[in-house]
Structures are given as C-alpha cells and as structure tokens.
Nanobody, 125 residues
Framework: QVQLVESGGGLVQAGGSLRLSCAAS????????MGWFRQAPGKEREFVAA????????DYADSVKGRFTISRDNAKNTVYLQMNSLKPEDTAVYYC??????????????????WGQGTQVTVSS
C-alpha cells in the first residue's frame, strides 16, 4: 500500500514558478510509474507529466512541455513537479499518482492505483 501526500501549491502571478512535492509512504519500487494530473473546475482530470522510477524516463502533456519538469529523489521517496512560466490556464488542483508497474497508457488516470489528496495551484493574470 502506498500513500501519497502533495504539497507546494499556492497562489502565484502569471510568469511565476512553483514546485510541487509528492511524498510517498511505503516502498516505491523500481517498476513504479509516477504521474501528475490536474483538474480545473468544470473540466475532466488531465495528464500533466509522468516518470518511470527506475530510469527516470519522462513525458509531458503538450500544454506544459518546456515549462514543467518532473523529477524524483530516491532517498526521500519523493516526486517533484517544477512549474515555470505559469499561465492562468494552469490553475487547477494538482494530483500525484502512482502505478506499481510501467504502463504504456501512463497518460490515462485509470492506469494509476494510488492518488494523493491534491494541492491547489492558482495563477493570477
């Protein structure tokens, strides 16, 4: 069983930066895939970024490529999402998710078994 706790959300002006953290309790094995998703009011949850724990392969939604970076710290069992050049349309609740194995459908929320409670990111114009 893995529990995920996000932190680092907040209010920031457009063009600013935030770093989200996702601390995992329980062992994260090398087979795990970690993902970040977000959900804006009235919209469906959407894929933001994913990382394969063993090899740190990453992928991003087109809307955040070049602005967001997903990374991990093995020693801290923590995944990060560095968000730069934030835009008002990035405003959403951001969720961390974990899947115990690699899935080629890592961009689908249904691929993940474990979820955090979410952290609010608000970008003002």
């Amino acid at each position: 069983q893995v529990q995920l706790v996000e932190s680092g959300g907040g209010l920031v002006q457009a063009g600013g930066s935030l770093r989200l953290s996702c601390a995992a309790s329980g062992r994260i094995y090398s087979s795990y895939t970690m993902g970040w998703f977000r959900q804006a009011p009235g919209k469906e949850r959407e894929f933001v970024a994913a990382l394969r724990w063993s090899v740190s392969n990453t992928d991003y939604a087109d809307s955040v490529k070049g602005r967001f970076t997903i990374s991990r710290d093995n020693a801290k069992n923590t995944v990060y999402l560095q968000m730069n050049s934030l835009k008002p349309e990035d405003t959403a609740v951001y969720y961390c998710a974990a899947c115990p194995y690699y899935s080629s459908s890592y961009y689908l929320s249904s691929s993940y078994n474990y979820w955090g409670q979410g952290t609010q990111v608000t970008v003002s114009s």
